[in-house]
């Protein structure tokens, strides 16, 4: 399996509706600039001070400029097409936001009290790129469309290179913390989900069953000691069990 890109027509419906939120979202950056980013875009001291909780999810669909939107855009047109229709279009949505918020809760609690806005899909993307490598480990990728590798090998490349610009705060641009969190998000999800699925199922016990083995066990029993080495109560067990079955022991 590789991933390419597919007409737009193609796509998955929320895939497309994704693509197209991004879309207009980057026009609105546009239009409106640094407004939209203070009041949609995600600036740590305000969705932490005043609680302006919908950042955590509108800062994903503004974008800074043309590549900025472009490239976003393009990861999510090529990993959503495979991803949407093995989760379902439902989950596949939840999936994204998830990982978009819990890269914005994990931003805004390591920039706490920045003024800076943070904006743009790349932390659900890093989401979209960990559950491709989760459930299609093997699958061939091009990291950065050069160089070849496994989808395992490059959740673990990307994951390192991310924490290691996260640690090292070297004053760039690209919030590496966000793509980070959205990276370890998608990765808990499925994680989490699998070992649920895997988890022992207790079922109660038949009584039918069990009485039939409590049975089984007194005929053994005068099988080897006689009628005569029964108590009463075990008499009775048997009585009971032979009436249920229309007849009498």
Not at 141 to 157: C, G, K, Q
Request: overall charge positive; glycine content about 8%; charged content about 15%.
């Amino acid at each position: 399996m590789r991933l390419n890109a597919a007409p737009l027509g193609e796509l998955p419906p929320v895939t497309k509706a994704l693509v197209v939120l991004s879309f207009a979202g980057w026009l609105a950056e546009l239009a409106f600039g640094s407004w939209l980013n203070f009041y949609f875009g995600l600036v740590p001291a305000q969705f932490a001070g005043s609680l302006w909780l919908w950042q955590a999810v509108t800062y994903i669909f503004i974008h800074a400029d043309f590549w900025h939107f472009f490239f976003n855009a393009l990861m999510l047109w090529m990993l959503g097409r495979t991803i949407e229709p093995d989760m379902g279009s439902r989950k596949f949505l939840l999936y994204f936001l998830v990982c978009g918020a819990a890269a914005a809760l994990l931003t805004a609690a390591w920039n706490a009290g920045s003024p800076i806005p943070v904006i743009g899909a790349s932390g659900a993307i890093y989401g979209l790129l960990g559950a491709f490598a989760f459930l299609y480990p093997e699958a061939t990728v091009n990291l950065y469309f050069i160089f070849p590798m496994s989808a395992r090998t490059m959740a673990i490349l990307l994951g390192a290179v991310e924490f290691v610009m996260t640690l090292s705060r070297t004053g760039s641009k690209i919030s590496s913390v966000t793509h980070l969190g959205g990276l370890a998000a998608g990765l808990l999800w499925l994680w989490g989900e699998r070992r649920w699925r895997e988890r022992p199922v207790y079922e109660p016990p038949d009584p039918a069953i069990e009485e039939k083995a409590e049975v089984d066990r007194l005929l053994e029993k005068i099988s080897r000691k006689g009628q005569a080495s029964l108590s009463r109560s075990e008499i009775a067990k048997l009585d009971d069990y032979a009436k249920s079955r229309g007849g009498r022991a």
